[in-house]
T-cell receptor, first 111, second 113 residues
Framework: EDQVTQSPEALRLQEGESSSLNCSYT??????LFWYRQDPGKGPEFLFTLYSAGEEKEKERLKATLTKKESFLHITAPKPEDSATYLC????????????FGTGTRLTIIP | EPEVTQTPSHQVTQMGQEVILRCVPISNHLYFYWYRQILGQKVEFLVSFYNNEISEKSEIFDDQFSVERPDGSNFTLKIRSTKLEDSAMYFC???????????FGEGSWLTVV
């Protein structure tokens, strides 16, 4: 069974204080690892897809990296508007469309 | 930017009543999904739909649930006889092709009383 574990559960940072969120996964053949951002009461908003170990993607203050066992979401010099829950999800094998989500990391950036 | 739209945003229903949640996926997308998120818990897969049939479903998606694409634009989730434990946020999602990015709607919050 595919599993995704995210840590920490919650993270409070001062504005400008960089950090990383972790997503560990076990899957029977990784097809893709997805990062989403979720604001309270809203749907997941797509950030990145990573397909193979060593791949990196960047968007503004966010950078996602992937190894064979985990992914990191690095946040550089965050701003209060980066406060949200960040979700990691995996998609396994070809012909298997479902995403298996982790419980997320709730990030709070303090001005 | 194209988006997945869902209605209603919030519905309160009596236990045992039927509920239909509606979604308009992104127009050129071919794969459609329903997920749910119980308050404070993780997002869970319910069902995927492609080429007018269910391609995959989870254990949660039992005989009380059904999906339909009644026309070229709408995608619906029906819960036949709602239970208290069906209270959750239901997300519709779509993707252009297999393995491609999956885009989510803003959700329909269902409260069963």
């Amino acid at each position: 069974e595919d599993q995704v574990t995210q840590s920490p559960e919650a993270l409070r940072l001062q504005e400008g204080e960089s950090s990383s969120l972790n997503c560990s996964y076990t899957v029977s053949g990784l097809r893709g690892l997805f990062w989403y951002r979720q604001d309270p009461g809203k749907g997941p908003e797509f950030l990145f897809t990573l397909y193979s170990a060593g791949e990196e993607k960047e968007k503004e203050r966010l950078k996602a990296t992937l190894t064979k066992k985990e992914s990191f979401l690095h946040i550089t010099a965050p701003k209060p508007e980066d406060s949200a829950t960040y979700l990691c999800a995996v998609q396994a094998n070809f012909g298997n469309e479902k995403l298996t989500f982790g419980t997320g990391t709730r990030l709070t950036i303090i001005p | 930017e194209p988006e997945v739209t869902q209605t209603p945003s919030h519905q309160v229903t009596q236990m045992g009543q039927e509920v239909i949640l509606r979604c308009v996926p992104i127009s050129n997308h071919l794969y459609f999904y329903w997920y749910r998120q119980i308050l404070g818990q993780k997002v869970e897969f319910l069902v995927s739909f492609y080429n007018n049939e269910i391609s995959e479903k989870s254990e949660i998606f039992d005989d009380q649930f059904s999906v339909e694409r009644p026309d070229g634009s709408n995608f619906t989730l029906k819960i036949r006889s709602t239970k208290l434990e069906d209270s959750a946020m239901y997300f519709c999602a779509s993707s252009l092709s297999s393995g491609n990015t999956i885009y989510f709607g803003e959700g329909s919050w269902l409260t069963v009383v």
